[in-house]
């Protein structure tokens, strides 16, 4: 069995707030009586891409147990690898392989510079097939990216999905060892499916999307922040619990 956690959009903006709400679930998480095996944080670290919010993400996200991210639509790639990752500063995709207790993680970019849309580009989508074909007969696999390639029925985050989700999910029939795919942006715990795949979202530290049957702010900045908890199991099955973390 592999146990993760996820979070996502913590939109660190040097504010106490954001602050506050980010070291909320990762005290939560650190004293967890069972570790998880690692947590994924799903893009949106910083808010503007500044250097400042990275040097904080660094902090906040310290943790006995890996810490797998990729970039969201407010992060920057070149200040989230100098700041965050410990990398010299680039502009590619930020693409990364895991492998944690047996299975295959793929943290994907989806993130278009200068753009609040997502889109898995020509570079993504080649290291994701040619991570894929390299993996051993029968390892498990989960991709996460930001931008979920589904419509949510809420005009906020519907208006910036992925934007070539038949290219991803053409790779994805070639591919039965993917189990699942998980993503954040939008603000909102939820669960559908994509390409015969579980897609689950995971719900925002910094705010929580209101949705248009529950009142018309988008922004319900008074719910407490959200976890997600994925236990992947012996036969290769995907269970998600959601939670959420008072003060």
């Known amino acids: 069995m592999v146990l993760l956690a996820q979070i996502s959009d913590l939109h660190l903006d040097g504010t106490e707030r954001a ?20 947590l994924l944080v799903t893009g949106d670290i910083a808010d503007h891409g500044a250097s400042a919010e990275y040097a904080e993400a660094v ?48 943290m994907c970019d989806s993130s278009v510079p200068g753009k609040d849309e997502g889109l898995l580009d020509r ?16 390892t ?34 070639g591919h039965p060892e993917v189990v699942a795919v998980i ?26 999307l209101r949705l248009p049957w529950e009142g018309d702010d988008p922004a319900d900045r008074r719910q407490p922040p959200g976890i997600a908890f994925h236990v992947l199991d012996e036969h290769h099955r995907l269970t998600t619990h959601f939670r959420t973390v008072l003060p």
């Not at 602050?19 to 690692?38: F, G």
């Not at 992060?75 to 295959?104: C, K, Q, S, Y």
């Open 183 to 208: 993503t954040g942006h939008a603000h909102t715990a939820a669960v559908s499916s994509f390409a015969g795949r579980p897609l689950l979202v995971g719900p925002a530290v910094t705010w929580t």
């Open 19 to 38: 602050r506050e709400r980010a070291a909320r679930v990762m005290d939560h998480l650190r004293a967890l009586p069972t570790p998880v095996d690692a």
């Open 123 to 138: 570079d993504t989508l080649s290291w994701l097939a040619d991570s894929l074909d390299g993996l051993p007969a029968g």
């Open 140 to 173: 498990p696999a989960l991709i996460a990216f930001h931008h979920p390639p589904v419509t949510l029925h809420h005009p906020l985050p519907d208006r910036y999905t992925l934007q070539n989700g038949q290219d991803f999910a053409t790779l994805l029939t």
């Open 59 to 106: 902090r906040l996200l310290a943790a006995p147990f890996p810490v797998l991210t990729c970039p969201g639509n407010h992060d920057a790639r070149g200040p989230m690898r100098a700041g965050l990752l410990g990398e010299v500063a680039a502009d590619g995709p930020v693409n990364r392989l895991h492998r944690i207790g047996g299975t295959a993680i793929l």
